[in-house]
Structure formats: structure tokens, C-alpha cells
């Protein structure tokens, strides 16, 4: 028993030893967490001023960087006179027109710049006399190149057009090439968009005389041929008498209409008329002949104008998409076709 008391007191005196070193080490440990966290405290106390001082100098130098760009583009807007200048002086016919465009809209953005910023700058005046006189060159060479490349179609082009089944796009290359119409159409967008409204009515004018001076050539055309017939392809590409014409994409109004199916009616029923009144008359027979092969040769020349016509009609309504606004194309389409019109119906009661 006695030795069993004495193990239990061993024991008792190891376990009160463990638990003096436990707590010896406790308290060390709890001074070394005192002392991190009066450090971390201090370091802290260090730190934080300067991350302050760093996130300031980080928005400065944001400011400055900022301000640097704005100066930049402000002196931008100081150069482009004299960045763009000479070419937009020289004209868009000496460089290429993507680099006359942006010329302008460089000019444009400047000009924006100063009426908001500093509208009683002297550099706004010289921007605005520059961007005036680079649209003025623009709308100039607009009526130009049309000029250059609108060219009367010979009288065998328009008939060859009559004969072959060629797409829209095809017999409107014939009268324009087709890079000359994307750069029309793109000077048009530009001048349409800035108020340049008097180029539809170059266009037009120009187009006008154009569609005139062809319809004009085939009719002389037609006055010097001996031919006493029109060959078979030309004919069976012309519309029967009992069948409408082919519609265009732009309708007549009622006048127009009324006259063009006044002088046909009335040259047929004139025809009619030579025939009946003639028919009993054997004495006269040969001269009936000769009589009614003349006319029926000039209602054939008639139709073909007439369907000649048409077709240039459609090649105008091709080349306007794009380069006329939709809302302006009906009065546009009417001016250039009027002067035609006129000859067509006049040439339908002279054959009369």
C-alpha cells in the first residue's frame, strides 16, 4: 500500500512540474504575441502614411498623364491646318479620295473642338474657310468626274442593250464604269451629309443632257439608215402591240403617259385608215404599197425609240441608288427624263 501512495505522489510531482512548464511557456508565448503585434502596430503606423502618399502620387501622375493627352490632342487641333492644308488646297483630283475624306473630317473634328471650347479663336476662322473651301473642291470635282464619265452611248450600244438580256447593274457599268459610281456615290454621302444639296441638281443637269443627246443620236441614227426594216433580233426584242412595255422602276405621271399612248394610238389608227381608205382602188395599189411601207418603217423606228428609251430609263434609275437620297430620287429622276420625254413625244406626232 505504502508503495503504491509514494508511486502516486511521483506522479502527482510530474504532472505538477509538466503543468509549471506549460504555463511558463504560455506566458513566453503570449509575450512573443504581444511584442509581433505591438511591432505589426508600429510598422503600421510607418506603412500606412506612405501607402497614402504613394496612392496620391499614383492619381497625380494619372492627372498629369491625362492632362499630357489633352494637351497633345488641343495642339493636335492647332496643327491640322497645317497638317492638312496643302492637300485639301491642292484638291481632291490629286490624291487619293480616302485621304481627301479624311482630311475633311480631321478639319470637321478641329472645327467641332473650337466652336466649343474657344469659339473666338482666329485658328477657327482658318478652319472653317479651309473646310468651306475643301467642300466647295469636293462638290466641284463631283460635277467633273460625272462630266468626264458620263458619255452619250452610241446608238449601236443602245440597241445591242435592247437585243442582249444584260442585268441593271451591267448596262449601268456601260454608261459609268463601276469605280467611278463607288466614288460618286461616296463624294454624294459626304455632300448629302453637309448640306450640299445643289449637287443633285448638277447631277441632274448632267445626266439630263446626256440621256437627251443619246436618245437624239439614235433617232438621227435611225433618219440616216436606209435600212427599210429593222433586222429580226432588233424586232423580236421589241414589245408586241397588244403587251405593255417593261415597267421601270420609277413611274410615269398621268400626262406623260397620256401623250406617249396618244401618239401611238394615233399613229396606228392613221395606218388603219391609209388601209381601209385605199382598199377598193386597184389603180392606186402600188402606191398604197409604197405608202404603207414607209409608215410601218417609222412606227418601227418609233417603237425602238420608245423602247430605246425605256432602257436608258432604267440605267438612270440604276446609277441614282446611292448617290441621290430615296426621298429626292422621284424629282431627280423627272428632271433628267423631261427633255427626252419631250423629244419622244414630239418625234410620236411629227410621225403622225
Not at 490629286?94 to 470637321?108: K, Q
Request: a negative charge; charged letters at 25%.
Amino acid at each position: 500500500m505504502i508503495e503504491k501512495l509514494e508511486q502516486i505522489e511521483n506522479g502527482l510531482s510530474v504532472l505538477r512540474e509538466a503543468g509549471r512548464k506549460n504555463e511558463q511557456i504560455t506566458m513566453n508565448l503570449v509575450g512573443i504575441l504581444n511584442s509581433f503585434e505591438s511591432r505589426i502596430g508600429r510598422l503600421q503606423d510607418t506603412i500606412l502614411p506612405v501607402y497614402h502618399e504613394t496612392e496620391t502620387l499614383r492619381l497625380k501622375e494619372e492627372n498629369v498623364e491625362k492632362c499630357l493627352k489633352l494637351l497633345d490632342e488641343v495642339m493636335g487641333y492647332y496643327n491640322v491646318s497645317k497638317e492638312v492644308g496643302l492637300l485639301v488646297r491642292s484638291g481632291p483630283s490629286s490624291v487619293p479620295l480616302d485621304d481627301y475624306l479624311t482630311a475633311l473630317t480631321s478639319i470637321e473634328s478641329a472645327v467641332k473642338h473650337f466652336q466649343k471650347n474657344n469659339s473666338q479663336s482666329v485658328e477657327l476662322e482658318n478652319l472653317l474657310d479651309l473646310f468651306n473651301n475643301g467642300g466647295d473642291a469636293l462638290n466641284k470635282e463631283f460635277r467633273e468626274i460625272l462630266t468626264r464619265h458620263s458619255k452619250v452611248l452610241p446608238a449601236v450600244a443602245i440597241l445591242e442593250m435592247i437585243e442582249e438580256d444584260h442585268t441593271m447593274e451591267e448596262n449601268s457599268s456601260v454608261s459609268i464604269p463601276e469605280h467611278v459610281q463607288s466614288d460618286l456615290k461616296r463624294m454624294a454621302e459626304w455632300l448629302m451629309f453637309h448640306n450640299y444639296d445643289s449637287y443633285m441638281n448638277v447631277y441632274a443637269s448632267i445626266r439630263s443632257n446626256i440621256l437627251l443627246r443619246s436618245v437624239q443620236g439614235l433617232k438621227d441614227y435611225q433618219k440616216a439608215s436606209s435600212l427599210t426594216m429593222a433586222s429580226p433580233s432588233t424586232l423580236s426584242a421589241l414589245p408586241s402591240p397588244s403587251s405593255p412595255l417593261p415597267r421601270t422602276k420609277f413611274r410615269l405621271d398621268s400626262t406623260k403617259k397620256g401623250r406617249l399612248q396618244y401618239a401611238i394610238e394615233k399613229r396606228a389608227t392613221k395606218m388603219l385608215q391609209r388601209a381601209s381608205g385605199y382598199s377598193g382602188m386597184g389603180s392606186r395599189k402600188s402606191d398604197v404599197r409604197e405608202e404603207s411601207g414607209v409608215s410601218d418603217r417609222e412606227t418601227e423606228h418609233f417603237l425602238i425609240l420608245a423602247t430605246s428609251m425605256l432602257k436608258l430609263m432604267q440605267i438612270e434609275s440604276q446609277l441614282m441608288l446611292g448617290v441621290i437620297p430615296i426621298q429626292h430620287r422621284q424629282k431627280t429622276f423627272e428632271i433628267i427624263s423631261r427633255d427626252s420625254f419631250e423629244l419622244l413625244f414630239n418625234d410620236g406626232e411629227v410621225r403622225s
